[in-house]
């Protein structure tokens, strides 16, 4: 089992920036895939962005590259979300994932869930 927990969300003006974090425990870490979905009111659960366990194979989704950046720190077992640009249709529930590799991840076939870290975007 590995047990996800994100925090960081909030509500922010559009433009500017936030950095949820997801914190995990139980297996190990680093044998993982990471990533971030997300899910606005009305709408189905889309990708975000995934990141392999060493880092070295990372994507995004269309919407969100070159605003948004996924990182990790296997030593601390927490992945990061750095979103820039922020704009109100990014407004959503914040979800950290992980399954064996990120093309599993990508494809929603996921692993763990977190329980959401809700951000919202005024304009």
């Known amino acids: 089992q590995v047990q996800l927990v994100e925090s960081g969300g909030g509500l922010v003006q559009a433009g500017t920036s936030l950095r949820p974090s997801c914190a995990a425990s139980?297996?190990?870490?680093?044998?993982?895939?990471m990533g971030w979905f997300r899910q606005a009111p009305g709408k189905e659960r889309e990708f975000v962005a995934t990141?392999?366990?060493?880092?070295?194979?990372?994507g995004y989704a269309d919407s969100v590259k070159g605003r948004f950046t996924i990182s990790r720190d296997n030593a601390k077992n927490t992945v990061y979300l750095q979103m820039n640009s922020l704009k109100p249709e990014d407004t959503a529930v914040y979800y950290c994932?992980?399954?064996?590799?990120?093309?599993?991840?990508?494809?929603?076939?996921?692993?763990?869930w977190g329980q959401g870290t809700q951000v919202t975007v005024s304009s």
């Open positions: 990141i392999s366990w060493n880092g070295a194979n990372i």
């Open positions: 994932s992980a399954a064996p590799n990120t093309w599993l991840l990508r494809s929603g076939t996921v692993g763990y």
């Open positions: 139980g297996r190990t870490f680093s044998n993982y895939a």
